[in-house]
């Protein structure tokens, strides 16, 4: 047995997951149409690879705070139907398709909140999800971040502590997909790495590498 790691947004879907939910919220009334420039502005950063994942996640929770659990997970689960699911590429859902047929476990691994990874990973038939740990006490969410964040090097540390935990699967190899150069460590870290609609600086560094260049579209 195998394990498939997916990046999630501009690898699984053609867009970024948490862009859209911040869309989402806005055109339900329920976060303010200034937040969409904030994130944008953040984006910015994080495609020039100097955003803080700290800053970028406080932004974007700020709308849950003090919601409640039962509450954002139905808003989540129309979000999903509405905007992630058609956004899927053909090709990711052909791969994911593959692994299951070998019989490999697929996870999900994503710098987005784990509000929306895991449920979208749910929705994918895949096995599980490791991102960004969203703190929630009693019952409501209080806009914060908990553990090791699912980010650049983060991803590669969370991914191990997963697999310590594991007594059951023992993975022969592992596979990597991402469209990210913030993913170069989980890139690294795969026997298959695969770059997704990669821009110039990850398609050379997979040309350089070995590695295989897909194009995905929807």
Same mark, same amino acid.
């Given at each position: 047995?195998? &394990?498939a790691?997916f ?6 879907? /053609?867009?970024? $997951?948490?862009?859209?939910? %911040?869309r989402?919220? =806005?055109? #339900?009334?329920f976060?303010?149409?200034s %937040?969409?420039?904030?994130e944008?502005? +953040?984006?910015?950063?994080?495609? #020039?690879?100097? +955003? $803080? ?5 406080n932004t974007?929770?700020?709308? &849950?705070?003090?919601l409640?659990r +039962?509450t ?5 689960r ?5 905007? @992630? ?9 052909e791969?994911?398709?593959w692994?299951q ?6 996870? =999900? ?6 509000h ?5 990973a ?11 740990? =969203?703190?929630?006490?009693d019952?409501r969410?209080?806009? #914060?971040t908990?553990?090791?964040?699912t ?5 590669? $540390?969370? &991914?191990?502590?997963?697999?310590? +935990? ?5 993975f ?7 469209? $990210?150069?913030?993913? %170069?460590?989980?890139l690294?870290h ?10 110039? %600086?990850?398609?050379?560094?997979a ?5 295989? @260049? /897909?194009?995905?579209v929807?």
């Open positions: 047995m195998d &394990l790691l990046d999630l947004d501009e690898t699984l879907i /053609c867009e970024d $997951s948490t862009s859209l939910w %911040l989402w919220l =806005v055109s #339900q009334g976060a303010p149409a %937040l969409i420039e904030q944008q502005a +953040l984006m910015a950063e994080y495609y #020039q690879g100097k +955003l $803080s994942i700290e800053d970028y996640m974007t929770l700020a709308p &849950l705070a003090g409640g +039962l954002v997970s139905g808003w989540v129309r979000f999903i139907q509405r905007d @992630i699911m058609p956004r899927v590429y053909p090709s990711a859902r791969r994911m398709a692994h047929s070998r019989g490999d476990t697929i996870m =999900v691994i994503s710098a987005s909140g784990e929306l990874v895991i449920p979208i749910q929705q994918l038939g895949a096995h599980g999800a490791l991102a960004i740990g =969203v703190e929630i006490i019952d969410y209080s806009g #914060q908990y553990g090791t964040m980010y650049r090097d983060g991803k590669v $540390s969370r &991914l191990t502590d997963w697999k310590s +935990l594991q007594t059951v699967n023992h022969q190899h592992t596979w990597a997909y991402s469209d $990210s150069m913030n993913d %170069l460590p989980l690294e795969a026997d298959h790495a695969y770059v997704i609609n990669p821009d110039a %600086l990850l398609q050379q560094e040309v350089q590498r070995g590695w295989e @260049i /897909c194009r995905w929807k």
